[in-house]
């Protein structure tokens, strides 16, 4: 299936990306598409034989628990509305705790990476087993990008991914933006990456921009395209023709003249690698040590998808198992191996508790302040603790424009200052109404007229009047009660 170059559709740019010249097919985010109701501008492009992708965020294929059957059966409604001839999702975890670990819910909001360990894989490849079944064309999906490292991992990147296709048959979405950014924060070489993919099962690639601030490389797809990224695509396009390419914007939006030249720098570069096939030379680096920056900037890749919560299991213990440094011979021996003794569904379900706990324990860490588990680098979890709050605060105010108008400055500290207290449990409508119930319970913001602004604004949207403390106090409490 050829693809040709695409970009990805956004409210914001409709009108833009239906004006661009040599635009084969789009992207869309699935979570943002009603079923009932295609933006005229999807439709428009549809009826001018634009292919249309819907790009799902939510699924959580590499969480503990099996994909949730409502949120599969909405991405399959929404690849039958488009006619698309593939849906795509991610390789990654967006929610954790429940049942399983005795705890509190918590979403993260954003894309965060699963350990390449034997027993996440047996994980992942149930769950996308299962969301095959329910969907009605192929699933690919997409390698992210991550600031942390799990310790103890068995796989490297593109083992992990080689694997994941040969046990599942599923497709991959490449992101060269996300191979740099792994290139960077954790030393990963993005050509041993490539070399070891199952180059054929490639559906389409990404290529997005970025930002480096204190040693770390912030994914943020609301930069221009770097040339470091573009070298990576070089790398890919040497070894092989992607049937797609797709250049993905989701903040910062330039003129519609900016993206026309970003999408011409990406066929001038597939146009001279396909016809110099000379690679240049990808040298590993080692991961850079990081400073607590005062400010980290929002990374607007993933729509989202308060108690702490209180695992009753410690985190498991570190694991022994095959290391990044054995050889590639050496691991492809060992996967092949395994390969031919299918896990079984106890081992599974094993498995499945055991990556529960640690994923519980990490997303505990970034977003409700508990310590950071063993092995981590607590430095790390706080520059990416403080990227999910910012984040979370710009969705946020997104869904509900009215509140950085009302509190002005101090939107952005006030709320940032409520996220660490109090975690993600539900979408960021419901953030934004409990937020605004926060303040107004402890009579802010100091500002009577700007008081009076958000009550009104809180009354509109959720009831008669804010309740007091100790009604907060008891809907906490009814809270944790219902989240074990």
Request: aromatic letters at 4%; charged letters at 25%.
């Amino acid at each position: 299936m050829k693809l040709g170059i695409g970009i990805g559709w956004r409210p914001e740019i409709a009108e833009a990306v239906e004006a661009l010249p040599g635009i084969d097919w789009v992207e869309a985010v699935a979570e943002n598409i009603c079923v009932d109701h295609l933006p005229d501008s999807l439709v428009r492009l549809r009826e001018r034989g634009v292919t249309v992708v819907p790009h799902g965020v939510s699924l959580g294929l590499g969480g503990a628990d099996r994909p949730d059957p409502g949120r599969l059966a909405d991405l399959a409604a929404r690849a039958t509305l488009l006619e698309a001839p593939l849906v795509t999702e991610h390789i990654a975890f967006v929610r954790a705790g429940g049942p399983r670990t005795a705890s509190r819910r918590l979403e993260a909001g954003h894309l965060l990476p699963v350990p390449r360990t034997r027993e996440a894989l047996d994980v992942l490849c149930e769950n996308v087993r299962i969301a095959q079944d329910a969907l009605p064309v192929p699933l690919a999906l997409e390698n992210i990008a991550a600031l942390i490292s799990w310790p103890d991992e068995e796989l490297t990147e593109g083992r992990f991914l080689a694997e994941l296709v040969e046990r599942t048959g599923v497709r991959l979405l490449i992101d060269v933006a996300n191979l740099h950014t792994n290139h960077v924060n954790r030393g990963e070489n993005p050509a041993a990456a490539l070399d070891e993919l199952p180059l054929e099962s490639i559906a389409y690639v990404h290529v997005a921009g970025g930002v480096e601030r204190d040693g770390v490389w912030h994914d943020t797809h609301a930069h221009p395209v770097t040339r470091p990224v573009l070298d990576v695509l070089t790398e890919l396009r040497a070894r092989v023709t992607p049937p797609g390419v797709l250049l993905e914007r989701d903040d910062d939006f330039p003129p519609a003249s900016e993206l026309a030249a970003e999408l011409d720098l990406i066929r001038d570069t597939l146009d001279t690698a396909a016809h110099h096939p000379a690679r240049p030379t990808l040298r590993a680096r080692p991961a850079r040590d990081v400073r607590v920056a005062r400010e980290v900037p929002e990374v607007p890749e993933a729509e989202a998808p308060q108690q702490h919560p209180h695992p009753q299991q410690p985190p498991p213990e570190p694991t022994t198992g095959v290391t990044t440094a054995i050889t590639t011979a050496t691991t492809t021996t060992a996967a092949t191996t395994r390969l031919r003794v299918p896990p079984t569904p106890e081992r599974t379900t094993t498995a499945r508790g055991h990556l529960a706990v640690a994923q519980t324990a990490l997303l505990s860490a970034l977003v409700a302040g508990t310590p950071a588990p063993e092995g981590f680098d607590p430095r790390r979890l706080a520059v990416q603790s403080r990227a999910l709050a910012a984040k979370r605060a710009g969705i946020v105010a997104k869904v509900a424009p009215e509140l950085p108008d009302i509190l002005g400055e101090d939107y952005r500290r006030a709320f940032i200052a409520y996220a660490r207290r109090n975690p993600l449990t539900t979408g960021h409508r419901r953030d934004a109404l409990d937020f605004a119930e926060t303040l107004l319970s402890v009579g802010r913001p100091a500002d009577p007229a700007a008081r009076r602004r958000l009550t009104q604004w809180w009354r509109d949207r959720s009831g008669s009047r804010p309740p007091n403390r100790a009604v907060r106090l008891v809907r906490a409490a009814r809270g944790v009660l219902v989240g074990r």
